[in-house]
């Protein structure tokens, strides 16, 4: 709660409609047709009666009549407190204020306030638009005994749209209140922390943890005694959940329930091999990320967007390959496409991109900017710290049809996470270009034949309908299809420099072609039609 100091004789000194003797009788139900005994704290009176039409709901949700601050009139930066008369809560062992509330929009809030006789004190804080009539409960039990006053405290931002507030109540709550600020941390492929705050002095609780859109538990929860944090696990990758709690105040006394929270477990670490990325959409799949910001030393920032695109292709020579190309023109992107997190532990494996540049939105040839640059970056510390594998500048800029690079991941253990920074530098050269990444690869370790082998391979039809082609300079030994989701579809030994493989029974789709030679294996990628 924010805290403020607020003298006494500044209330009286503001405008007052009627002068009452404190509420002792409750509930107190006050539906705003007046505003008698209550006080505003600017003479300019900017808290008013309507019937919701001014820059408001259109409508009320008790009487005739609302009470709004009028933002759209009242001067950007003024404030003023609508405060109710004293209100003696000596029968009240809960008091619980509930009030109605609308903001069609803009960024002005309203707090909620709570004057002791001493301190005024924030104990809540409206959200910026609530573009419906909504029913607000704030639970006071510290204020129990005493003589206080409530009231609204409104800021002018010059808004389109007046906030405004009906059918206010005070009455007895109920005798187990609902825990509140409910948060989600440390979220996994697999689990979470969750935690929140208590609604009063009660210190044990349940809570539901089930798949998003289920709606409010019918049943009991799982029971938590004297913490109000828990770990929670045996969750499924990659899916939406939400959370309820609610207080167990004993002897079958519960309060309502709390939330939901709603939360998105993270993808599972990849560990099977060979693992094959295509880049034929945006994000490549839901377990990538995207940061519209961020320079390696720091890490990417600004999550969830970025200028990498899809619907952009380069020719490898055999045909049009799907990317995710980043458009480097100015002088101000610092853009990250971020791959999921990979375990090694299960030996040694190679990482195999194949990136290119070409003119904006064309298979033409370009050249990047003078200070222009794209990173391939690795984290080992889950983004604490990042490593460049490979920074492709003008130097030594892709080709046109694109360049294999391949890395040895060797001897290395546990779990690794891969991205793609993008920076168009601090020049703003004349260069208007994509870069693209067409394909991603993790699998078995490959030797310098293996990187060698990749100009001696010829593959024809790309795309194929009936029967792939392949030629190599060397006898080829084996070659294999696997589907995207790294399944063996079809199987040929030979021993010829040149196979045909039977792929007309396959579906329409993307598949690759492990081809195995006498100087090592490499990866086609073919598209069936």
Same mark, same amino acid.
């Given at each position: 709660?924010?805290?403020?100091?607020?003298?006494?004789?500044?209330?009286?000194?503001?405008?007052?409609?009627?002068?009452?003797?404190?509420?002792?009788?409750?509930?107190?139900?006050?539906?705003?047709?007046?505003?008698?005994?209550?006080?505003?704290?600017?003479?300019?009176?900017?808290?008013?009666?309507?019937?919701?039409?001014?820059?408001?709901?259109?409508?009320?949700?008790?009487?005739?009549?609302?009470?709004?601050?009028?933002?759209?009139?009242?001067?950007?930066?003024?404030?003023?407190?609508?405060?109710?008369?004293?209100?003696?809560?000596?029968?009240?062992?809960?008091?619980?204020?509930?009030?109605?509330?609308?903001?069609?929009?803009?960024?002005?809030?309203?707090?909620?306030?709570?004057? @002791?006789?001493?301190?005024? *004190?924030?104990?809540?804080?409206? $959200? +910026?638009?609530?573009?419906? =009539? &909504?029913?607000? !409960?704030?639970?006071?039990?510290?204020?129990?005994?005493?003589?206080?006053?409530?009231?609204?405290?409104?800021?002018?931002?010059?808004?389109?749209?007046?906030?405004?507030?009906?059918?206010?109540?005070?009455?007895?709550?109920?005798?187990?209140?609902?825990?509140?600020?409910?948060?989600?941390?440390?979220?996994?492929?697999?689990?979470?922390?969750?935690?929140?705050?208590?609604?009063?002095?009660?210190?044990?609780?349940?809570?539901?943890?089930?798949?998003?859109?289920?709606?409010?538990?019918?049943?009991?929860?799982?029971?938590?005694?004297?913490?109000?944090?828990?770990?929670?696990?045996?969750?499924?990758?990659?899916? @939406?959940?939400?959370?309820? *709690?609610?207080?167990?105040?004993? $002897? +079958?006394?519960?309060?309502? =329930? &709390?939330?939901? !929270?709603?939360?998105?477990?993270?993808?599972?670490?990849?560990?099977?091999?060979?693992?094959?990325?295509?880049?034929?959409?945006?994000?490549?799949?839901?377990?990538?990320?995207?940061?519209?910001?961020?320079?390696?030393?720091?890490?990417?920032?600004?999550?969830?967007?970025?200028?990498?695109?899809?619907?952009?292709?380069?020719?490898?020579?055999?045909?049009?390959?799907?990317?995710?190309?980043?458009?480097?023109?100015?002088?101000?992107?610092?853009?990250?496409?971020?791959?999921?997190?990979?375990?090694?532990?299960?030996?040694?494996?190679?990482?195999?991109?194949?990136?290119?540049?070409?003119?904006?939105?064309?298979?033409?040839?370009?050249?990047?900017?003078?200070?222009?640059?794209?990173?391939?970056?690795?984290?080992?510390?889950?983004?604490?710290?990042?490593?460049?594998?490979?920074?492709?500048?003008?130097?030594?800029?892709?080709?046109?049809?694109?360049?294999?690079?391949?890395?040895?991941?060797?001897?290395?253990?546990?779990?690794?996470?891969?991205?793609?920074?993008?920076?168009?530098?601090?020049?703003?050269?004349?260069?208007?270009?994509?870069?693209?990444?067409?394909?991603?690869?993790?699998?078995?370790?490959?030797?310098?034949?293996?990187?060698?082998?990749?100009?001696?391979?010829?593959?024809?039809?790309?795309?194929?309908?009936?029967?792939?082609?392949?030629?190599?300079?060397?006898?080829?030994?084996?070659?294999?299809?696997?589907?995207?989701?790294?399944?063996?579809?079809?199987?040929?030994?030979?021993?010829?420099?040149?196979?045909?493989?039977?792929?007309?029974?396959?579906?329409?789709?993307?598949?690759?072609?492990?081809?195995?030679?006498?100087?090592?294996?490499?990866?086609?990628?073919?598209?069936?039609?």
């Amino acid at each position: 709660m924010k805290k403020i100091t607020f003298l006494f004789a500044l209330l009286l000194s503001g405008f007052v409609f009627g002068q009452c003797d404190p509420i002792t009788s409750f509930p107190y139900a006050h539906g705003f047709e007046t505003l008698d005994c209550w006080t505003n704290s600017s003479t300019s009176t900017p808290w008013a009666l309507d019937d919701g039409s001014d820059f408001g709901p259109g409508s009320v949700t008790e009487g005739a009549q609302a009470v709004f601050f009028n933002d759209y009139d009242f001067s950007s930066g003024s404030t003023s407190d609508l405060m109710s008369p004293y209100l003696d809560t000596s029968s009240l062992s809960l008091p619980r204020l509930t009030f109605d509330y609308y903001d069609g929009g803009g960024s002005d809030t309203v707090e909620v306030l709570v004057f @002791d006789g001493t301190d005024t *004190v924030v104990v809540y804080e409206t $959200a +910026g638009t609530v573009n419906t =009539w &909504t029913e607000i !409960v704030i639970d006071l039990p510290q204020y129990a005994g005493q003589t206080i006053k409530i009231g609204f405290r409104g800021t002018s931002v010059y808004g389109t749209s007046n906030p405004h507030i009906d059918n206010l109540v005070v009455a007895e709550g109920p005798t187990c209140l609902a825990p509140t600020g409910i948060t989600v941390s440390a979220i996994s492929a697999n689990g979470a922390t969750l935690s929140w705050t208590a609604g009063n002095t009660e210190t044990d609780y349940e809570y539901v943890v089930q798949a998003a859109g289920t709606g409010e538990p019918t049943a009991s929860g799982t029971a938590v005694t004297g913490a109000t944090t828990v770990d929670i696990s045996s969750l499924d990758p990659q899916t @939406d959940y939400e959370v309820y *709690v609610r207080s167990d105040c004993g $002897a +079958g006394d519960f309060s309502s =329930w &709390t939330g939901p !929270v709603v939360f998105t477990t993270l993808c599972a670490t990849v560990t099977t091999y060979p693992d094959v990325t295509t880049f034929d959409n945006n994000p490549p799949t839901d377990c990538w990320n995207e940061a519209d910001s961020g320079e390696i030393i720091d890490g990417p920032s600004d999550l969830g967007s970025g200028s990498w695109r899809s619907g952009t292709t380069y020719n490898d020579g055999t045909s049009s390959v799907p990317s995710n190309a980043i458009n480097l023109y100015s002088n101000n992107k610092r853009d990250w496409l971020i791959s999921p997190i990979y375990d090694v532990s299960v030996g040694d494996l190679s990482l195999i991109v194949h990136v290119a540049v070409t003119n904006w939105n064309t298979e033409a040839a370009d050249n990047m900017g003078s200070d222009d640059e794209v990173s391939l970056l690795m984290t080992a510390d889950y983004g604490t710290t990042w490593t460049v594998l490979e920074a492709w500048n003008a130097s030594n800029q892709p080709a046109t049809n694109g360049t294999e690079f391949v890395y040895d991941l060797s001897g290395m253990t546990g779990e690794i996470q891969f991205a793609f920074l993008g920076s168009d530098g601090t020049t703003d050269d004349s260069q208007d270009y994509d870069f693209h990444v067409g394909y991603m690869e993790l699998t078995s370790a490959l030797s310098v034949q293996n990187i060698e082998l990749t100009n001696a391979l010829r593959s024809y039809p790309n795309p194929v309908i009936h029967s792939l082609t392949i030629q190599s300079q060397d006898n080829i030994q084996d070659v294999t299809i696997f589907n995207m989701l790294g399944q063996r579809v079809a199987r040929l030994a030979s021993n010829a420099n040149h196979v045909q493989v039977d792929m007309s029974t396959l579906k329409t789709g993307v598949y690759f072609a492990k081809v195995t030679t006498a100087k090592g294996t490499e990866t086609l990628r073919i598209l069936k039609q």
